[in-house]
């Protein structure tokens, strides 16, 4: 990302969120505002650059955001993902209706797929049936889970319209048919506006479709998908660096004798970052590759979370502090689609 831009970024980081991480983390707030400025100011935005700038910029984005608060950093990679699908589908008017405004910051998008990630994984059945209706389709079915919601957003699903044939499309919250509820009874990323989500024949018009083979569309946005989420660990990471960096002299240096140190973590997570930047820069890219990164980074994020839960000791066994909200948050990383068994599943 260009300086102007990361220091844009920078200014957006310490005004509009870190004053909230703390709420965010213990009160379930939802930094809508912080996601909405960085649109504003022109972060979110193509233009005429190439893909593999658009996706460097992105994970840029991650990152920063995940070092101060991953619950954020989360929402922030469900729009990139709602964009991505935007950018990629050749349903143009689609595209001319929805991206100014998703890049603009005016729409927020989100993501209903982790079930059919699993589903074509062999994991799970489609959670979502289609069937065709005059105009579109009439969606029907509950996804358990869809974060970065709200009354005005959007999110991109996946329905089975039979054995054989999926459609991918663009739902908007406020659509007739569909209900949610709020969930903020987990163990962390309470701030990230997370809703199950009841549809009972939606209607989604023609013009919402993102794609009518959605199996070959999942083969096209799945390296960037899952490329944009490694960001989230390698920020949780540096974040607990810097933070294990700062006990170093505690208790005349105790921790030095601790089994896991700063340099270590720092020199695997400078390498994945490497690895993740070399891949996406190619023509095309096998989305085992990424997917290999991704898993790597999951592990690397849980290490880093444990190291800096020892180094700093009983301070960090607070309920609030902040290696123990990175902790709980490293465990949500683990977990989110594809989680590490999922993964540790294809990769084989
Ligand atoms: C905070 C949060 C936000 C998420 N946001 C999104 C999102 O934006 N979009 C999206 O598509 N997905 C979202 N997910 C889902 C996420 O990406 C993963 O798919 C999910 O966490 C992975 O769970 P799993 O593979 O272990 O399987 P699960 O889906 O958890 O299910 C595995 C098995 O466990 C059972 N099970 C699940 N929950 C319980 C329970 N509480 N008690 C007993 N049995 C249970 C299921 O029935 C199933 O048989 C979110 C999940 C969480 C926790």
Redesign the pocket.
Known sequence: MVLGKQEVLAELLTKELKPYVKKIDQDAFYAENFLRRLGEAGLLSSGDRSQSEVVSDGLYLVRETAEICMTTAFCLW?HLAALTYVRTTENERLKADLLPSLEDGSLLG??????PM?HYAGLENLHLKAKRTPGGYLVSGV??????LGRDHVFGAIAGLNDQQQIMMVISCDSPGLTFKEKTD?LG?NG?A?FSCSLREVFIAEDRILSEEADAFVANIRPTFIAYQIPLGLGVTDASVRSIEKTANRQNGCNQYLPVQAPELQRKRTELEYQLLSLISKESVDWKEVARIRLSAAYLTLESVQADMLHNGSSAYQRASAPARRLREAY?FA???P?IK?LEKVLI
């Open positions: 469900c989100a993501t209903g797929l982790s079930n699993k996804l358990p889970a869809v974060s970065n987990y990323l990230s997370t949500f977990n989110l689609t989680t999922h």
